[in-house]
Each structure stands twice: as structure tokens, then as C-alpha cells.
């Protein structure tokens, strides 16, 4: 997993709550078994005119000119600003590995779906809870500065405007931790390996049928 | 101190709780499908890991699967969809994980597929890499859905990070009206609450209109907290839990029995637990639900009209609703009885089970599919659940009815496989989810319950199950 230090980025704005995994990558882009290349079909039913399919050259496909990634003010952004309860729906972590893929590194929006959020801190996406009122100005921003840019400091736990004015986002200890350094969960979990195996012997007395072969 | 039932599963499964806040819990169960898996088998194989404890694991096969009889995963058409089942089938054989595959009567939705076979019981947390694991903790477990990070992380060391969740009480009390199912009080739920109103919340399912459900009735329940907000739902233990586990494939046996009846009997929130939020919701105000937007929260009584948005104060709700109006085709202040349907699907880990292919019979038997709807597709959960049908004699009143008996799978539910709507129709269907494009590109969801699915299917538009005459099977 790539580290989350500091991202300097354009903000695209997407207008809509309750975006859900669905939307950000649909069904049909699932058959895959790799983890990467979910970009060029992140939104497809939004982004695109026609129904995608997986293996498609993406660049022949008509555009939604309309829809807000397609817009040329947003070309490159990094920073995706949302509506509440983004990421609703399936487990999917295809959704932000396909978010990731188009170039997403943080996510910013008024609240998230549980297992959505969980699955961005496996893969160095950084989802933001701000208020309802600090989305509504951010959204206000963006669409009236062309160009507009946020940074996000994870150390310091703050996103910074263009005017220097910051504002501060909470993060779990243990979370940060592992985004600030990279850090694959499995490695540091089996480093208690001895107290996984303890747990599992009380567990064995007490509830043996759990433990079928 | 009294404790929730969520409390007494998290303490229960508690293997360490660090000095920053998470928490290794031990995971009892993994489920494992075909498509959320084949990037946690390849991350194990590149860090040359083993599972943790193999037998702990159950896989199948279900959202891929066509639901057209089919003999091995040669035969299956889609390239895409033949590769995933077929490295679940290298996967499971290379690991030596236990796999109901195709023409396995096992085989089949994976929350029909866990209770049904007693790999799942009271007190376990359960994990799949499906949102809709929530449906397990109908048996009084922490059953929720997890990416395919965690899915490996689960493999490899049968614990999970996690940080504690709040709880959440929903109690029904009072007796459910004649046609008023699980999926409508689910659905009702999720109109009052949102579907964020249970985030961050375990929930747990109470009340007298709860208690009196069926185990088939509180897992449609359990399976959509998930559309509530809440990665995880639960229902307390009690004779009726017990009566269902008994004498399952994988239910513990004999003197293990006695003493596991004996362990689940605890598995109820504390007279005085205390929750961080609850909801009171009276069962004689639930009438039979239909969903008419793009998110499981834009749902409605049957006898309503569709709502205005001018009327709506909150600007982000009001452009959602003007987005979904525009989707669906329809007109605010139409009834919902008014609203045609084209297609409609039974099936799916909500609604799939015996009792809910009972219910949708019931109303099918000596009636047929109206000429306007073009397909109602009847998918079992399970091969069991199929078998089972069948020798009640339900496939033969389906196909009386013009509907058409399927082999098992997710199916329409989420259309990875051949079943799936074309853009504009409109579908009466028992699954949880109705976001654009979930059963078919430009494909419009209505969701309900199988007696209300089947009811639209005879009538061709939406019909309140309460003026139908009823029949006895």
C-alpha cells in the first residue's frame, strides 16, 4: 500500500448523497480478478453514454460530457469532494480501488458508508467526515474557483484552502498510523500470533463446535 | 454491568484491545464467493501465506452463476464470469477450503447456504465479502460484510481489526396486519430511519412482531440493516433460534449440543443494557411496502401516492428525489398502484428462502402472469431450498402461473449473470437493493415482498396483497 503523507490536489465536486458502490463501479467490472484497471470504468453509467462492458477500449466510448469528471476544469483532480452516506451499498472494494485507479487519493464528504470507509484505509485512500456546512461551502468553492485545490495533511489532520485557512478532520490513532506509514495490516496482526493462539484455546474449551475441520 | 447482545459477542470474540482504540477480534466464520475473493487468494499466494484455520472456511458459488441448468464451469457462456468460478474452484482446491460447487445441492446464495447447513450458529462472528452477511446475525451472531483486503486478512490470520461500534435498538412491538411480511417491516424501517441512520451502529432487532417471525423472516430483516446503515443486524436468541439450528449438517451434536443450547440461552441484551440510540417502531403501522426511487429509503406504503418534491425541506433530499423521478419514469403524486411492471424477480439472499417461495405460491397458485408482464423469474437460494420446493409442489404451481423456475443464485438481484432488465423496465422485485443500474443497465427496481412480487406479476401493475382473495396452498 502506498503511503498517505500530504496531497496537494484539484477538487471534483460530485453533487449527489448517497452515491452508492454500484454507481462507482458497476457490476459487470467485477468479474475481474486483478485488484488494478477498475479506473476507466469508475462511475461508467454516469461517465459514459453507452453500457460498458469489461475489455472495452474505453477512449471509443461516447462521453457524458455533462457529468462532472468529464468536465475539463476537473481533469487530474485527486480530491474527490461528496455528498453524505458516500459509498453506501455493496461491500465491494473494488470501489475504491477503482476510485484510486482514476488518481483519487482522498475522499471528502459529510459522512460514509461503514464498510466503504473501512476498505479506503486498505488502499491508501483517505475518506474526510467534515460537516454538512463545511461540504456546502467547500462544494460553493469549487464551483466558483476554476482550478481550486485543497491540501490534505494527514500528520497535522488538516485540510488546507488556497487562503491558508485549515480545517481539522479526526482520524483513528491506529489508522493514521498505517496510511502514514504504508503499513500492511496482516504483518502487524500476526505479530500477536501468540495471543491469537491463546484466545483460541479458551475459545476451543469453552465452544468446541465452532472448531470443525 | 448488563450488556447488549452486541457487547456479549464483541467481549466473547475479543483477543486483544490496543492501547489506540482497535481491537483484534477473532473471526469464527469466513463465507467466501467467487467474486470478492480471487484478489485475497493472490495476495496470500505473493506473501506465501497459509489460512490460519482452513476448516473455518465455506465457500460456493452464487453471483455468477446462471440460473439455466448447467453440469461444470465449462458451460458457462460469459468469459468473464467462467474465469471467476473457475479460479474459486482452483482457489478452494489449492487451499483445501471446503466448496459447494455447481451440482452440489448445497450450493447457493451464501447467506441461504450458512444457516442452511449450520456452519453458522448462535454466538459466531461471521464475515464475507458481501454486505449482506448482516443476514447471519438473524442466529444471534456479529455477522458482517468486509472488503477483499479483510478477506484476506481473515485467511491469514482469523482476526479482524476493528474498532466498536455503537448500539442500536429497533423494537417492534404489536402484531404485523394479515399480508404484512418481514421485508415490509424492514423496508418500513428503512423509510423511517434512511439509510444512513444505522451507520456506525450494530443493530439489533427486538420486540414482540420480531420474536413471532420464523428464522426465514428475522434473516430478511438481518440481511437489510445493511440498507438501514448498519454493517451488522441481530435478533436474541430463543426456542425458535434454537429449533432451526437443530440437527443441522455442521450444529453441534450430542453432549456439544447440550452445552451449546445451554451458552446460547445467554445471547439476549440484558434486562437494563444500555443503548446508544433507540427506535420504537409500533407493528400495527406497518403496512405492505414498495420502493419507488433509486435508494431503499424512498419507499412506500402500497395505498400512498408518490411524493412531492417541492414539499421537501432538505435540499440534498430534494435533488435526490428530482434525480430518482427522473431515472424511473414516474410522476410525483401517481399512486403506486398505478406503476406497471415489465419484469418481476423472486429471489435473491433477502427473499429466497422455502417460506418465501410459500408466500409468493400462495398467490400464484390457480392465477397466471398477466400478458403485459414479459418474464417472473422464481430463483431458489439453494439447491436444498429448490429440492424442498419441489416436493411441495411449488415449481408446479410457478409455471402454472406462466413464472419460471430457476436453478439457484443471486440472479437478478444484481445481474452479473444473464438475468438482468433492459433499460426502462420496470421490476417488482424481492431483493434489497433498487440503485440505478443494479439489475440491468437503466433497469427500474421496485422492491417488495414475494407475496406483493407475485401479486404484481398477476396483475401487471402494483396490487395491495390485503384486497387480494386469499387461497390456501
Known amino acids: 500500500m502506498d503511503k498517505f503523507i500530504r496531497e496537494d490536489g484539484l477538487v471534483a465536486p460530485l453533487d449527489r448523497a448517497n452515491v452508492d458502490t454500484d454507481q462507482i463501479i458497476p457490476k459487470q467490472f467485477l468479474k475481474s480478478i486483478k485488484r488494478s484497471g477498475f479506473g476507466p470504468n469508475l462511475f461508467d453509467e454516469w461517465r459514459y453514454l453507452d453500457e460498458g462492458q469489461p475489455g472495452q477500449d474505453n477512449s471509443k466510448r461516447p462521453l457524458n460530457k455533462e457529468f462532472v469528471l468529464n468536465q475539463p476544469r476537473y481533469q487530474g483532480a485527486s480530491i474527490l469532494l461528496a455528498r453524505r452516506n458516500f459509498g453506501c451499498g455493496s461491500s465491494r472494494e473494488h470501489a475504491p480501488w477503482a476510485l484510486l485507479d482514476f488518481g483519487f487519493r482522498a475522499i471528502i464528504a459529510p459522512s460514509f458508508a461503514d464498510i466503504f470507509f473501512n476498505n ?80 483460541e484455546k479458551g ?3 469453552r465452544e468446541p463446535w465452532v472448531f470443525i475441520d | ?26 473471526i469464527d466464520r469466513q463465507i467466501i464467493h467467487e467474486v470478492t475473493s480471487p484478489q485475497a487468494f493472490e495476495g496470500l499466494r505473493l506473501a506465501n501465506r497459509q489460512p490460519w484455520r482452513v476448516g473455518s472456511n465455506f465457500a460456493t458459488l452464487d453471483h455468477n452463476v446462471p440460473t439455466t441448468p448447467f453440469k461444470n464451469a465449462s458451460e458457462i457462456e460469459d468469459e468473464t ?50 454486505s449482506h452477511t448482516s443476514t447471519n446475525g438473524a ?74 417471525l420464523s428464522m426465514e423472516g428475522r434473516m430478511t430483516i438481518c440481511n437489510m440493516s445493511i440498507e438501514a446503515g448498519a454493517r451488522a443486524g441481530m ?38 443494557a444500555k443503548f446508544d440510540t433507540v427506535v420504537e417502531i409500533n407493528a400495527a403501522d406497518i403496512k405492505p411496502q414498495v420502493s419507488w426511487g433509486t435508494s431503499p429509503e424512498m419507499v412506500l406504503p402500497v395505498d400512498a401516492t408518490l411524493p412531492i418534491p417541492e414539499q421537501e425541506n432538505d435540499a440534498v433530499k430534494r435533488s435526490g428525489m428530482e434525480r430518482a423521478y ?30 418465501d417461495l410459500r408466500a409468493a405460491a400462495v398467490v400464484a397458485k390457480g392465477r397466471k402472469k398477466a400478458d403485459s408482464v414479459k418474464q417472473v423469474l422464481v430463483v431458489p437460494g439453494s439447491g436444498l431450498v429448490k429440492q424442498q420446493a419441489e416436493a411441495e409442489g411449488l415449481d408446479r404451481i410457478f409455471v402454472e402461473a406462466g413464472f419460471e423456475w430457476r436453478e439457484p443464485g443471486c440472479s437478478m438481484c444484481l445481474a452479473m449473470n444473464p438475468d438482468k432488465l433492459m433499460p426502462g423496465e420496470h421490476c417488482a422485485s424481492t431483493s434489497n437493493r433498487n440503485f440505478e443500474g443494479r439489475q440491468g443497465n437503466g433497469g427500474r427496481t421496485h422492491l417488495v ?25
Open chain 2, 235 to 272: 435478533v436474541a436468541v430463543d426456542d425458535i433460534t434454537i429449533d432451526y439450528v437443530k440437527d443441522r449438517p455442521f450444529a453441534p451434536k450430542g453432549a456439544d449440543w447440550d452445552a451449546a443450547v445451554e451458552y446460547w440461552r445467554t445471547l439476549v441484551s440484558d434486562a437494563g
Open chain 2, 1 to 26: 454491568m448488563a450488556r447488549t447482545l452486541y457487547d456479549k459477542l464483541w467481549d466473547a470474540h475479543l483477543v486483544k484491545q490496543r492501547d489506540d482504540g482497535s481491537a483484534l477480534i477473532y
Open chain 2, 449 to 473: 415482498s414475494p407475496a406483493m412480487a407475485a401479486a404484481a406479476a398477476v396483475a401487471g401493475h402494483f396490487v395491495d396483497i390485503r384486497e387480494l382473495e386469499s387461497r390456501e396452498l
Open chain 1, 203 to 205: 475459545r476451543q474449551q
Open chain 2, 81 to 130: 464470469s467462467r474465469i471467476q468460478v473457475q479460479t474459486l474452484e482452483d482457489n478452494t482446491r489449492a487451499f483445501g477450503i471446503r466448496e459447494f460447487g455447481i451440482g452440489d445441492v448445497r450450493q447457493g446464495i451464501v447467506h441461504v447456504m450458512a444457516p442452511e447447513q449450520g456452519a453458522v450458529v448462535p454466538g459466531m462472528t461471521v464475515v464475507c465479502g458481501d
Open chain 2, 139 to 212: 442466529l444471534a451472531c456479529l455477522a458482517h460484510g468486509i472488503g477483499t483486503s479483510e478477506v484476506e486478512h481473515v485467511l491469514a490470520t482469523q482476526c479482524l481489526v476493528a474498532k466498536k461500534m455503537k448500539n442500536m435498538l429497533i423494537r417492534v412491538e404489536g402484531e404485523l396486519g394479515a399480508g404484512v411480511t418481514a421485508k415490509d417491516v424492514v423496508l418500513h424501517i428503512i423509510g423511517v430511519i434512511g439509510t444512513a441512520g444505522g451507520n456506525g451502529h450494530a443493530m439489533e432487532f427486538a420486540g414482540s412482531a420480531i420474536r413471532s
Open chain 1, 120 to 199: 479506503c484505509f486498505k488502499n491508501g485512500v483517505l475518506p474526510i467526515v467534515v460537516s454538512e456546512e463545511v461540504a456546502d461551502e467547500l462544494f460553493k468553492a469549487v464551483q466558483a474557483n476554476e482550478g481550486y485545490r485543497l491540501t490534505v495533511d494527514l500528520a497535522e489532520q488538516k485540510i488546507i484552502r488556497p487562503d491558508g485557512a485549515a480545517i481539522d478532520f479526526e482520524i483513528d490513532a491506529f489508522r493514521k498510523h498505517c496510511l502514514l506509514n504504508g503499513l500492511d495490516d496482516i504483518g502487524l496482526t500476526l505479530q500477536d500470533a501468540d495471543a491469537i493462539r491463546e484466545y
Open chain 2, 326 to 355: 427522473q431515472y424511473m419514469g414516474l410522476t410525483p403524486g401517481m399512486k403506486i398502484t398505478d406503476i406497471k411492471v415489465d419484469r418481476v424477480f423472486i429471489g435473491s439472499c433477502t427473499n429466497s428462502r422455502i417460506e
